[in-house]
C-alpha cells in the first residue's frame, strides 16, 4: 500500500491509536493540551460554548471540563471524534474552514495544533473568528513557518519520534505576523509567545520504553517563537449569547 502525502488527513485513522496512549507517539500533544487549557478562562454564563477546532482525540477535554463550558469538537476524521466524544466533548464532523456552526456562537475558541495543517489559512482564520462572539476569546497554538521551526518538526522531529513521519507538509507551518494580520481583519487583536517542550521530559519520553505512563513533560514558555508558539486575542465588541447549529 503507498504512503499517503504529507499532511493527508487519512494518517489519523491509521494513528487513531495514539490519541491517548501513555507514552504514545502524541505525547507531546497532551503537554500542548495542558498549556492550552491552562489560557481558558472560567465560563462567565451557565451556557457558555467552547468550540474546539480540529479537536482530535479530545485532547483538551480534561483540562477544561471544570470551567462549564459546553464542549463542542470539530474534526474532519472520525476516529479521533469518538475518542473525544467518548470524554464528553460534543463531537461534530466538519472541516475547520468551513465549521458547521452558527455566527457568534462560541465564548472560546480553540485551535490547538491545526493550523499548520490547513490549506486555507486565511478561510480558516475567518471562520475562527466568525463563530466567535464578540468580546470572546480565541487560543492557539501551531508551528512557525521557519527554517528552525522546519528542522526541529520535520528533520529532527521525524528522524528521532518526536513526530509521527509525515503528518506535517512544512509548507504549511505559520508566520505569526501573517496570522496576526489575518485575525486582525476580523477583529481579533492575537498576541503570540513562544512555546517549548522542557528538556529533561522530552528526554523521557524519548528514551523511556514505549506505553510508559504519559504526564512525561510539560510545555513552557520562551521568548522565542522561532518554532513552536501560542496566540491568544479577543474579538472586538460587545458580547451576546448564540446558538451552535449542529
Not at 102 to 108: I, N, P
Not at 161 to 175: C, K, M, R, T, W
Request: net charge neutral; proline share 7%; aromatic share 4%.
Amino acid at each position: 500500500m503507498p504512503r499517503l502525502a504529507r499532511n493527508d488527513p487519512r494518517q489519523y485513522d491509521d494513528l487513531a491509536g495514539e490519541w491517548w496512549r501513555p507514552g504514545g507517539g502524541f505525547e507531546m500533544l497532551h503537554w500542548l493540551a495542558v498549556a492550552r487549557g491552562a489560557l481558558v478562562p472560567a465560563a462567565a454564563r451557565p451556557d457558555a460554548v467552547l468550540v474546539d477546532a480540529g479537536c482530535g482525540g479530545g485532547l483538551l477535554a480534561p483540562h477544561v471540563e471544570h470551567l462549564g463550558y459546553r464542549h463542542v469538537g470539530v474534526d474532519l476524521r472520525r476516529s479521533g471524534l469518538e475518542q473525544a466524544a467518548s470524554r464528553g466533548v460534543a463531537a461534530i464532523v466538519g472541516d475547520v474552514a468551513a465549521l458547521p456552526l452558527a455566527d457568534e456562537s462560541a465564548d472560546v475558541v480553540v485551535a490547538g495544533e491545526i493550523l499548520e495543517h490547513v490549506p486555507d489559512l486565511p478561510a480558516t482564520v475567518a471562520e475562527l473568528c466568525r463563530v466567535l462572539r464578540p468580546g470572546g476569546l480565541l487560543l492557539l497554538d501551531t508551528i512557525n513557518a521557519t527554517r528552525l521551526g522546519r528542522f526541529v518538526s520535520i528533520t529532527l522531529g521525524e528522524r528521532f519520534g518526536a513526530a509521527p513521519v509525515g503528518i506535517h507538509d512544512p509548507e504549511l507551518f505559520v508566520d505569526p505576523g501573517d496570522l496576526t494580520t489575518q485575525c486582525a481583519k476580523h477583529g481579533v487583536r492575537l498576541r503570540v509567545r513562544g512555546v517549548r517542550p522542557s528538556l529533561p521530559g522530552l528526554l523521557r519520553w524519548l528514551l523511556l520504553p514505549t506505553g510508559t505512563a504519559s504526564g512525561l513533560g510539560r510545555m513552557v514558555p520562551t521568548r522565542s517563537t522561532q518554532v513552536l508558539y501560542q496566540g491568544m486575542g479577543r474579538k472586538q465588541g460587545e458580547g451576546r449569547p448564540g446558538q451552535v447549529r449542529a
